[in-house]
């Protein structure tokens, strides 16, 4: 094998681009980037390699390689491969799938401030990556406070007859019944901008501008509001820290290193002021001796950071060069990278990788926890091995109406929510939990023996799989009954795996058709703390699940009222408009805009939600 994979390196092209060692499964098991894909792929056969060069030839079984048209294109096309595929021997961001970001729509005539963890408009600024969803949505809602802004839907704010609440709280300044000047509006946001660069003298300055001017046109009500965001801001000045004497950008990158796991710690100073962190946690193959710092700033400066500074402090020198250039690619100006060994910036590398060492510490100490109950559970059940993936199961209904299940997944005893899975169940008319658990055990494992064979016969690859790996330890929501039913149907379909359930009430845990031998766990065991976590994570995710299908099928049989509604019109208004408050909010215009509509049905649905009057113009966005 590996005289196969010299062969084909010694074919490769002499110009920049990035390989792929894969393994026999074809699962992608390191990234590079090179100037020359020849010279750089050979090295990798020289005598005396390095531990992680000689443990990767030990598993590559192919060599993949992309062109690009430079080394820059090729470092960014580097860092979003190991973004998709996240192989074992790159440094890896390990929750870096979906970072959430702020996203202010500045194409608009009237911009709006928005949760996202896409960026995929172009139009838009965004600000971020933040590393605690609960951050960005009390950023936002400060935001509203300091700088308000409107919260409805559309890229045209709907014109009203009269403000909603936001305006009547000072959350926004109306501009769907006119109450704001498009200009007075924008300006409103550029400094919202400012604020999340960190630009807060800039926002001071402009603050302090419009209340001098309000204040010379006599419009005092105007000047008491800017002032009132001045104080506001400058109480967070006060508190913010001060690093350093001149109003300097610094990104400071500190880290650290245990075994596989690794965590950094971006400090962002703005202005000569530090304010905020984000943390960011890295797996690394225990071979990897020195690229940490390389393979965290190509995935970090490469792919998800939104926002450069001038200069960017680091422990060390990069590895790769072409980092500089990546850097002035995509912050369209030149970063100046320093490697501090004394004043000011030593000291903020310094508290960059003691906080780097605290958070890391933090997570070990969180992943030990987690072993132990883990451990005591597999003790506790009698388990053949400690269960490192565990799904839950519930379902839910109204009187045997809507029913849906679902599945949610725990991965060493944290949810992993990407292999969350929902089900819409066939209605039956009345309640039985049983024979909605066996529809959506039949329907989860049978989809993972078709992946399975889908996988031998090299039709789909590993991580193409929706319903794969198999669960280590299956817990439903119910007694003995229901966790029988589930074990029927796993030994049906050939499949051992460990079943139980957790009532309620009393917290007993029941092996499948036991009900007079359960489990009794202390109220205060860790392995039963983890049992109701999954449990009630289940729940709340079938809850919310169960309440969506049911407004989008009251919303079904409201618009099958409707003339000239039918099955298919209905569908695509579902689609476009998944709740009732959208639907009877949308124009006619939005509504016509809908494919299959036509300019009288959507008159039609807006009639019947707004009464049979004459349609107002000013509603359909003339």
């Known amino acids: 094998m590996k005289e196969e994979l010299l062969l084909k390196a010694q074919s490769l092209p002499a110009e920049p681009g990035v390989y792929l060692f894969k393994d026999e499964r074809g699962e992608v098991i390191y990234v590079g980037k090179a100037a020359s894909l020849r010279q750089r792929v050979k090295s990798y056969f020289q005598a005396n390699p390095s531990p992680k060069v000689e443990a990767l030839l030990r598993r590559a079984a192919s060599l993949d390689f992309m062109v690009t048209g430079n080394e820059v294109e090729a470092l960014i096309l580097e860092a979003n491969l190991i973004k998709r595929y996240r ?38 600024r965004y600000f971020g990556p933040y590393t605690q969803a609960g951050a960005v949505y009390e950023t936002l809602r400060f935001l509203r406070t300091l700088f308000p802004y409107r919260s409805c839907s559309g890229s045209v704010p709907r014109p009203h007859s009269r403000p909603c609440l936001n305006y009547h709280i000072k959350r926004c300044p109306g501009p769907c019944t006119g109450q704001v000047d498009p200009e007075v509006y924008r300006r409103n946001i550029e400094a919202l901008c400012l604020f999340l660069e960190g630009r807060y003298r800039q926002v001071v300055r402009q603050l302090e501008r419009e ?74 193959a225990p071979e990897e001796e020195q690229g940490l710092l390389t393979g965290f700033l190509k995935q970090y400066y490469g792919v998800i950071a939104s ?22 690619s995509r912050a369209g100006f030149e970063v100046k990278i320093v490697v501090p060994r004394r ?17 890391l510490n ?72 049983y024979q909605a658990l066996r529809e959506i055990f039949y329907r989860r494992f049978v989809r ?9 016969e090299g039709r789909i690859a590993p991580r193409q799989a929706k319903f794969l ?18 074990r029927e149907v796993l030994e049906e379909l050939g499949y051992d795996i460990p079943v139980f359930g957790l009532a309620k009430e009393e917290e007993w845990i029941y092996p499948p058709h036991q009900a007079g031998n359960p489990i009794i766990l202390p109220r205060s065991s860790p392995a039963l703390h983890l049992l109701q976590r999954v449990r009630d994570e289940a729940h709340r995710f079938a809850l919310g699940f169960h309440r969506r299908r049911r407004e989008k099928e009251s919303l079904r049989s409201l618009l099958s009222e409707i003339e000239g509604i039918g099955p298919a019109r209905r569908s695509a208004l579902l689609r476009a408009f998944p709740t009732l408050e959208a639907l009877a909010r ?37």
């Open 87 to 124: 192989p074992y021997f790159n440094v890896v961001l390990k929750d870096d799938k979906s970072y959430p970001y702020i996203k202010v729509t500045v194409g608009e005539e009237y911009p709006r401030v928005l949760f996202t963890r896409r960026r995929d408009d172009g139009q838009a």
């Open 343 to 359: 004043g000011h910036k030593r000291e903020l590398l310094e508290l960059a990788e003691k906080n780097a060492w605290a958070a």
């Open 448 to 456: 993972a023996r078709q992946e399975e064979e889908a996988i031998a």
């Open 586 to 622: 949308a124009s006619v215009e939005e509504l016509a805009r809908v494919p299959g509509m036509t300019r009288p049905a959507a008159e039609a649905v807006y009639r019947y939600f707004h009464g049979s009057g004459e349609i107002d113009d000013k509603a359909c966005g003339h």
């Open 211 to 284: 209340m001098k001017q309000a204040a010379e046109e006599l419009a005092f009500e105007r000047a008491a509001v800017y002032r009132d965001r001045l104080q506001a801001l400058k109480l967070i000045l006060e508190r913010q820290r001060v690093v350093s004497s001149r109003p300097e950008d610094l990104d400071v990158v500190g880290l650290a290193r245990q075994g596989d796991r690794a965590q950094a710690v971006v400090l962002l100073v703005r202005e000569g002021r530090l304010i905020g962190q984000e943390s960011f946690l890295l797996t690394i």
């Open 362 to 433: 933090e997570g070990l100490r969180e992943a030990e926890a987690q072993v132990k109950s883990l451990s005591s559970l597999a003790e506790a059940l009698g388990l053949p091995r400690v269960p490192h993936r565990i799904e839950g199961y519930d379902a839910s209904h109204l009187q045997g109406a809507a029913p849906v299940a679902v599945m949610v997944v725990f991965v060493g005893g944290k949810p992993y929510k990407s292999g969350y899975r929902r089900f819409a169940l066939t209605p039956l008319g009345k309640p039985d939990d």
């Open 307 to 328: 926002s450069f500074p001038s200069e960017l402090v680091l422990p060390s020198p990069p590895l790769e060069e072409a980092l500089v250039d990546l850097l002035r």
């Open 469 to 486: 790996p198999l669960p280590d330890l299956i817990l439903v929501d119910g007694g003995a009954g229901q966790a029988g039913v589930a």
